[in-house]
């Protein structure tokens, strides 16, 4: 199986901060990790590859420094790193950056061969949209799936695949044709941490570095700013409630703790009480 992961490197979350005139993040002086939900589909990816055998390569756009997050998957196991990295590419929206990214996945079919599957994390830390993955197999015309908590069966020889899929209210159970595009979920699995000749092999191994022109993207215009659409007006933290949490005491002996925290509720909001019975009378 020839299988791409796209992954992202992103500024260490408890270190983060905003710049209050652009309202951007500030990535200068911020130590810089993997996106950690890009690491759970590395880890289904190489898993895939253990089972069926073929090559995992790992995709990510970014300045030059976001080589070290390739290096990084590679020494966890991957077979190819490629960094795209251009100024045409600065200040791109999730629009641009799937522009940019599908192209350089149509690049690496072209170079490497179709892919059976793409992967990405269900979302990344710095954005939080979850909209890169999906953006991605719009463009690509592939099949997707979000939110994956588990691969039950994969036949790449069928071209079939079956996931649990984390959904509102349950766990949906899909099958779906290769190839296809997969974000996974946080837990889905426990990644691993390398091996010793991997560790070395990253260290020397060539990163496959591309610019614009050398991923044959055919229209800059929709890269970076220029093709970003989107604008951040402003950027604020949540204001602190004033209002403390009331302490209700737990019910004496041969109490209903539950009736002494809803009585508390009810007292609090009069009104919640009567609307609740509204509602029940509805049905």
Same mark, same amino acid.
């Given at each position: 199986?020839?299988?791409l992961v796209c992954i992202k490197q992103v500024p260490d979350s408890a270190q983060i901060r905003v710049h209050p005139v652009t309202n951007?993040?500030?990535?200068?002086?911020?130590?810089?990790?993997?996106?950690?939900?890009?690491?759970?589909?590395?880890?289904?990816?190489?898993?895939?590859?253990d089972r069926f055998g073929g090559e995992v390569s790992v995709l990510t756009m970014g300045p030059p420094m976001a080589a070290e997050s390739l290096?990084?998957?590679?020494?966890?196991?991957?077979?190819?790193?490629?960094?795209?990295?251009?100024?045409?590419?600065?200040?791109?929206?999730?629009?641009?950056?799937?522009?940019?990214?599908?192209?350089?996945?149509?690049?690496?079919?072209?170079?490497?061969?179709?892919?059976?599957?793409?992967?990405?994390?269900?979302?990344?830390?710095?954005?939080?949209?979850?909209?890169?993955?999906?953006? $991605?197999? !719009?463009?690509?015309?592939?099949?997707?799936? %979000?939110? /994956?908590? =588990?691969?039950? #069966?994969?036949? *790449?020889?069928?071209?079939?695949?079956?996931?649990?899929?984390?959904?509102?209210?349950?766990?949906?159970?899909?099958?779906?044709?290769?190839?296809?595009?997969?974000?996974?979920?946080?837990?889905?699995?426990?990644?691993?941490?390398?091996?010793?000749?991997?560790?070395?092999?990253?260290?020397?191994?060539?990163?496959?570095?591309?610019?614009?022109?050398?991923?044959?993207?055919?229209? $800059?215009? !929709?890269?970076?700013?220029?093709?970003?659409? %989107?604008? /951040?007006? =402003?950027?604020? #933290?949540?204001? *602190?409630?004033?209002?403390?949490?009331?302490?209700?005491?737990?019910?004496?002996?041969?109490?209903?703790?539950?009736?002494?925290?809803?009585?508390?509720?009810?007292?609090?909001?009069?009104?919640?009480?009567?609307?609740?019975?509204?509602?029940?009378?509805?049905?």
């Amino acid at each position: 199986m020839k299988i791409l992961v796209c992954i992202k490197q992103v500024p260490d979350s408890a270190q983060i901060r905003v710049h209050p005139v652009t309202n951007t993040i500030m990535r200068q002086g911020v130590p810089t990790i993997i996106n950690p939900y890009d690491l759970f589909s590395l880890e289904e990816a190489l898993r895939l590859r253990d089972r069926f055998g073929g090559e995992v390569s790992v995709l990510t756009m970014g300045p030059p420094m976001a080589a070290e997050s390739l290096r990084k998957a590679l020494a966890i196991g991957a077979d190819r790193a490629i960094l795209l990295t251009d100024r045409f590419f600065a200040g791109s929206d999730t629009l641009a950056t799937t522009y940019a990214l599908a192209q350089a996945i149509r690049k690496v079919e072209r170079d490497y061969g179709a892919q059976d599957i793409v992967f990405a994390g269900k979302q990344t830390i710095d954005g939080d949209t979850a909209q890169v993955g999906p953006g $991605i197999a !719009k463009r690509l015309d592939l099949l997707q799936l %979000t939110y /994956v908590a =588990k691969i039950e #069966a994969c036949d *790449p020889e069928k071209r079939e695949i079956v996931v649990e899929r984390r959904a509102e209210g349950g766990v949906q159970v899909l099958a779906t044709r290769l190839p296809c595009l997969i974000t996974m979920l946080e837990g889905a699995n426990e990644v691993r941490r390398g091996a010793i000749d991997d560790s070395l092999r990253a260290a020397r191994a060539e990163i496959v570095t591309w610019s614009a022109k050398d991923a044959e993207i055919e229209d $800059i215009s !929709k890269c970076g700013l220029r093709g970003s659409p %989107t604008i /951040v007006k =402003k950027v604020f #933290a949540p204001t *602190p409630r004033s209002e403390r949490a009331a302490f209700v005491e737990p019910a004496t002996s041969g109490g209903d703790s539950a009736e002494a925290v809803i009585g508390a509720i009810f007292a609090r909001q009069p009104s919640l009480e009567e609307d609740m019975a509204k509602l029940a009378r509805g049905f």
